[in-house]
């Protein structure tokens, strides 16, 4: 008897891959350390349900159909090295707040998803760094080895992505405890839009808006019945092909592969080849996916990319991120919008404003200007709606912590500032602050970048 769906087998997704050109993963020097690593993974429990993904991806569907907007974010690199339970919380929270204010800004449910529970794998420019006359490989993020510059800590552990898996599940764990709880409220919220009105250097503007806010009902997710305070989904870069595909199951009802690693797993802007593994991995999983695209990106290229990563063309299926740098969005940007918009395609928009905008600080940190990730956003939105399309929403790296990693908003963090609390392991963050500091300013702009919202006169 013939099947009545050619679906793929668990072994085809875990292995298609292989052999096709992989950018960005490890020379993993002990091939039976992997082999044994990959073998734990494989009899892991899964991080994430089939059900959950479903449900992410219809929300995402609503984020494509204009109907609602996505705001996702978290940390550039997750540490191994560090447990700090506030630490998660407070990064949950500030979405939560931020959640709050876009969806009073944009009138609609906001599905809010963190970088979070398996963001621990980094692309880099270079597979090695040298030092002082010293070559060693290039740190590639916790899941693969450690940062210190010693031949030790920098060659390829295969087991680090079994500590990533145990560390996911107990980071999920966390969240999720938090999220059913009272503190993940919109109350909650909003005291904490209150308070950072209140300390903020325009605390009568501020403490406006959070009034106007808080008499809107501060919702994150009204409507259509989702009304679900503390609803958190889990994302990642799906970087390491090892990783992901060994977390692979399929699903007992559907039959369809799932990556169980996270709910929405995103191609980087380096390892998005047509012809590539992560394509071709990312082509077989029933997930949310998203892939984030640079200003080198062609209208040609990423519709032929869209072809192979939606095929069914559902929307839900796929994000796009755009993360093209203050100066070059409104030129690079609605090209692009205005071919996946006319040949019928249906994608949810996002703009991540914090890649295209990394600069080398005086102390050699790498940052970020506030201003230049409000320029990218603003710009985003003119684009989008120049177009009659709609901004599905934001891609931010962010703490509630008060780091001081990127420069500019919040309370004025200044080059000569950035050593004092630089934590990242990878790249600048905005902290709590400047991340609302970033939405309020934004809804400042509502007019400017011509955010449909609220009416004046409701205001
Ligand atoms: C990231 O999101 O941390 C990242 C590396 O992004 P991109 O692929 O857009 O450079
Ligand atoms: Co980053």
Redesign the pocket.
């Known amino acids: 008897m013939t099947p009545l769906l050619d679906l793929p087998s668990t072994h085809t997704v875990r292995t298609g891959w292989r052999g096709l050109p992989a950018a960005q993963q490890p020379a993993w020097p002990d091939p039976a350390a992997l082999d044994e690593a990959v073998a734990t993974l494989t009899a892991s429990l899964p991080l994430v349900v089939p059900r959950e993904c479903d449900l992410l991806r219809n929300r995402l569907a609503a984020v494509a159909r204009g109907e609602a907007f996505l705001v996702q974010g978290g940390d550039?690199a997750e540490s191994l090295d560090t447990a700090d339970a506030g630490s998660l919380l407070r990064s949950a929270g500030t979405l939560q707040q931020l959640a709050t204010v876009f969806g009073y800004m944009m009138s609609l449910p906001v599905v809010t998803v963190a970088r979070m529970a398996g963001q621990y794998a980094?692309?880099r420019s270079a597979a090695t760094e040298v030092r002082d006359g010293v070559e060693l490989p290039v740190y590639r993020g916790d899941a693969v080895n450690g940062q210190a510059f010693t031949a030790a800590a920098r060659t390829p552990d295969p087991h680090r992505m079994v500590r990533v898996h145990q560390r996911s599940a107990a980071t999920l764990n966390l969240v999720r405890a938090y999220g059913a709880g009272a503190q993940a409220g919109p109350d909650h919220a909003l005291e904490g839009l209150r308070r950072f009105a209140a300390a903020s250097p325009e605390p009568a503007r501020y403490g406006a808006l959070t009034e106007e806010i808080a008499r809107a009902g501060g919702f994150t997710g009204t409507g259509d019945g989702w009304h679900t305070p503390g609803e958190l989904f889990m994302s990642h870069?799906g970087l390491l092909l090892d990783y992901e595909s060994a977390l692979t199951r399929v699903d007992a009802v559907t039959g369809l592969p799932y990556a169980t690693s996270g709910h929405l797993l995103w191609i980087?802007?380096?390892t998005r080849r047509l012809d590539g593994a992560h394509v071709e991995y990312f082509s077989r999983i029933a997930n949310p996916i998203a892939v984030?695209i640079?200003p080198s990106a062609d209208a040609d290229e990423l519709l032929r990319l869209v072809d192979r990563l939606s095929p069914g063309n559902e929307a839900g299926r796929l994000t796009l991120?755009a993360?093209m740098g203050a100066r070059r969005v409104r030129e690079a940007l609605p090209g692009l919008v205005e071919r996946i918009t006319a040949e019928g395609r249906t994608v949810g928009w996002v703009s991540?404003p914090m890649?295209g905008n990394t600069i080398s600080a005086p102390s050699g940190h790498k940052t970020r200007r506030f201003d230049d990730i409000l320029d990218e956003l603003s710009g985003f939105f003119e684009v989008l709606h120049g177009l009659g399309a709609h901004p599905g929403g934001v891609h931010l790296?962010l703490t509630g912590d008060d780091v001081t990693e990127c420069v500019g908003g919040g309370a004025g963090v200044g080059m000569a500032d950035l050593p004092l609390r630089y934590r990242s392991a990878?790249?600048p963050r905005l902290n709590g602050d400047q991340s609302l500091d970033l939405a309020y300013r934004l809804l400042e702009l509502r007019d400017a970048v011509r955010v449909p919202g609220v009416p004046e006169a409701l205001r």
């Open positions: 550039c980094k692309p870069e980087g802007e380096r984030k640079g991120v993360r991540d890649h790296e990878c790249d």
